[in-house]
Nanobody, 125 residues
Framework: QVQLVESGGGSVQAGGSLRVSCAASGRTFSPNTMAWFRQAPGKEREFVAAISWSGETTNYADSAKGRFTLSRDNAGQSVHLQMNSLKPEDTAVYYC??????????????????WGQGTQVTVSS
């Protein structure tokens, strides 16, 4: 079984920065694509960013482009989402997700098998 554990998040004023991280533990699974989704109150969970197993390819939602940067460590089992120029509309619970694949980079929740418990990000105006 694979567990995803998120860390980071918190509260920040608009224009500030936060970093959320996700570490995979349990049985080793590779290659994999890892991603972040977010869910604001009353809204559906939405795609934020995804990164390939090699770390060479990243995809971002339009809302994240130019402000968020997704990276992963050399071991490939942790990812880090650096969020800059945060806006109040970025407020949400951020979820880490992963899927065993060597080439797919899904942008829908159904594309991922493993999920973290979520971490709250709050941006005040």
């Amino acid at each position: 079984q694979v567990q995803l554990v998120e860390s980071g998040g918190g509260s920040v004023q608009a224009g500030g920065s936060l970093r959320v991280s996700c570490a995979a533990s349990g049985r080793t699974f590779s290659p994999n694509t890892m991603a972040w989704f977010r869910q604001a109150p009353g809204k559906e969970r939405e795609f934020v960013a995804a990164i390939s197993w090699s770390g060479e390819t990243t995809n971002y939602a339009d809302s994240a482009k130019g402000r968020f940067t997704l990276s992963r460590d050399n071991a490939g089992q942790s990812v880090h989402l650096q969020m800059n120029s945060l806006k109040p509309e970025d407020t949400a619970v951020y979820y880490c997700a992963a899927v065993l694949t060597g080439y797919l980079m899904p942008q829908t929740t159904t594309g991922y098998r493993y999920w973290g418990q979520g971490t709250q990000v709050t941006v005040s105006s």
